[in-house]
């Protein structure tokens, strides 16, 4: 086997200092035919394309392939792409590397049946922060070949750079050319959604550690979902690489992402023609996902129904002149109820907070500075606002956290007639606490 700094790894073609238009016709030669596919030749290596499939959950099917590079030595023997990467001497040849690479994945997609998906095809974060972008090279290629631009997703690793203003161009340059852009490895150490929201990409590729952590972490998963949550915010399409196993699928489904890939799907290939032949069962996964989570479907109804009559009671009590800790002595009662209290129209509240044994015990002596809140502002809370745009109707909120105990918590929220004015009484349940009975006792 070569050493990848053996003398024979060598450029057939000399590479000038700067590379100049027309690009294309220096690297054409390079490319040769080999069956039904492309290949190309860099220092004594051969190179290929390899592609993996990319899906919609929700459309069940195939909409995209990242194009990924393959190398051999005159031995046949698997050089890997960062070693590969590694090679060029000069920012000259690793722009024409890049290049290369682009254009032998475009060559070969170009040629293929499919006349529908998305090409995803790395851009080296080397000749984004030091290449110009601002040539006809890519625009040419892409009419020489005549893959539409728009079928085209243009990615850009996520990673710290000094260089802001050449990483906006360059996102600019392929939007401009009518390509879709992506942010790949978002979460991989270094990530900020600040570089999200000046990019404006289109879809953001998430970086399978998100998912490692997720796996084993239920904290960590519910901070996967809200960084899809956030992303879809920003106005990105979010796809989850790396799932490798069905439960990595399901979290990825539980996740809301839309797009999904990697080895429990399908691995990369090189043979591009049997890829849309790779099997992949959307109904049965989804099928599971429904099944797991018929059991747990929207179990704060559950608590809307179980405390509905205990809550009516004490708002009917207070309707006619009991003090709160009478008209929620029975609400307090219940093992789950840490708090209740009573807010104006306003939000504001009117007086302290009742405290029950449950929650005493919860108390962390370390948030104390935050446990009074008479005279507090709930208004922006969206369980008030939303008590008070229906009144008489239970509502219930999502898990989150307290700010007055900084524990996990959902909030019961009614509203009522007190008078002359609307009262909203409220009650903060423990998140995930024992199994309810069906019934209050």
Request: with cysteine.
């Amino acid at each position: 086997m070569h050493s990848l700094n053996d003398s024979k790894l060598t450029m057939r073609h000399s590479l000038p200092e700067k590379l100049t238009a027309p690009e294309v016709d220096l690297l054409s030669p390079m490319l040769r035919r080999n069956g039904n596919a492309w290949t190309a030749e860099f220092r004594g290596l051969v190179l290929s394309t390899a592609l993996q499939p990319i899906y919609s959950i929700s459309h069940k099917r195939t909409v995209g392939y990242e194009a990924l590079i393959r190398a051999q030595d005159p031995d046949n023997a698997s050089v890997l792409p960062i070693h590969l990467f590694e090679l060029p001497t000069s920012d000259a040849e690793a722009l024409l590397l890049d290049r290369l690479c682009r254009y032998l994945h475009i060559q070969n997609y170009s040629g293929s049946e499919d006349q529908l998906n998305w090409l995803f095809l790395n851009v080296s974060p080397r000749v984004v922060t030091s290449g110009s972008q601002t040539d006809s090279f890519f625009g040419e290629l892409l009419a020489r070949t005549k893959l539409p631009p728009h079928r085209i997703v243009i990615e850009i690793v996520e990673q710290p750079t000094d260089d802001a203003d050449r990483l906006r161009e360059t996102v600019a340059y392929y939007k401009q050319l009518g390509c879709l852009t992506a942010i790949d490895d978002f979460g991989a150490g270094h990530s900020n959604f600040e570089r999200i929201w000046n990019l404006s990409p289109d879809i953001v590729k998430l970086d399978r550690t998100l998912l490692v952590r997720a796996t084993d972490d239920h904290k960590a998963r519910q901070i996967l979902n809200g960084i899809v949550s956030l992303l879809h915010q920003s106005g990105c399409l979010v796809l989850l690489e790396g799932v490798e196993s069905s439960d990595q699928a399901m979290i990825a489904i539980d996740a809301g992402v839309d797009f999904v890939q990697g080895f429990y799907f399908c691995r990369p290939s090189t043979d591009l023609a049997q890829l849309c032949n790779a099997p992949t069962d959307f109904d049965q996964l989804l099928q599971e996902y429904k099944a797991s989570h018929q059991i747990t479907r929207d179990p704060t109804r559950q608590l809307v129904e179980f405390f509905q009559r205990d809550f009516h009671k004490a708002t009917e009590q207070l309707q006619s002149g009991a003090t709160m800790a009478k008209a929620c002595a029975t609400l307090l009662a219940h093992h789950t109820v840490s708090r209740c209290y009573l807010a104006d129209d306003k939000g504001v509240q009117i007086e302290d907070t009742l405290i029950s044994d449950t929650g005493t015990r919860s108390l962390d002596p370390r948030f104390k500075p935050l446990e009074r809140t008479s005279k507090a502002d709930w208004y922006r809370q969206q369980y008030l606002r939303q008590a008070l745009a229906q009144p008489g109707n239970l509502h219930v909120t999502a898990p989150y956290l307290c700010v007055t105990g900084a524990y996990m918590c959902v909030t019961l929220s009614l509203c009522f007639t007190h008078g002359s004015e609307l009262h909203v009484l409220c009650c903060d349940i423990i998140a995930n606490p024992p199994t309810l009975s069906v019934t209050p006792g």
